[in-house]
């Protein structure tokens, strides 16, 4: 027979492989193992109150309840082990202050290429828009070199 920790096992400590990484209190895992208690209890319950008799309001109410009780139960455990792990896991980047990507950002290629116009002092040029880049894109005016521009330069045609 296995070792098994009764509070490693409600903590979610003893799989190497869960959903959830972090020791969280497992409510299902509590209502499983309590079912084993419960269930001969609420036998010998019957058994004593059966000279009682229950409408069928009654019997409504009382499962509505039961059901009611589960279902709160269950959102509970959800909640609590997903916040669990969501404090638990390593905390993702900040976003700069004024909202704007500091990096370079992931490049990106227009196929086909797409044609547009690049606003400049003096004549608009028509430019081929080939790639792109956070907030810069990647033209070719004729008869100069490749430039990265800001995008609000151009227009897309």
Do not use: Y
């Not at 799989?15 to 193992?33: G, M, Q, Y």
């Not at 036998?43 to 008799?53: E, F, N, P, V, Y």
């Amino acid at each position: 027979m296995a070792n098994t920790n009764p509070l490693a096992f409600l903590l979610n400590r003893e799989h190497a492989d869960t959903a959830v990484s972090a020791p969280a209190f497992s409510i299902t895992k509590v209502l499983a193992a309590g079912a084993g208690i419960l269930t001969p209890l609420a036998a010998l319950l019957a058994a004593r109150l059966g000279s009682m008799t229950f409408s069928a309001a009654e019997v409504v109410a009382l499962t509505v309840a039961l059901l009611g009780f589960l279902a709160i139960v269950t959102t509970a455990d959800v909640i609590s082990r997903s916040l669990v792990t969501a404090r638990s896991a390593p905390a993702a980047a900040p976003l700069p202050a004024d909202g704007l990507e500091k990096a370079h950002g992931v490049l990106f290629e227009f196929q086909p290429v797409r044609k547009g116009i690049l606003h400049v002092d003096g004549p608009d040029p028509d430019v081929q828009i080939l790639a792109g880049r956070g907030h810069q894109l990647l033209v070719a005016e004729q008869g100069k070199p490749l430039t990265w521009v800001p995008q609000e330069q151009v227009t897309f045609c």
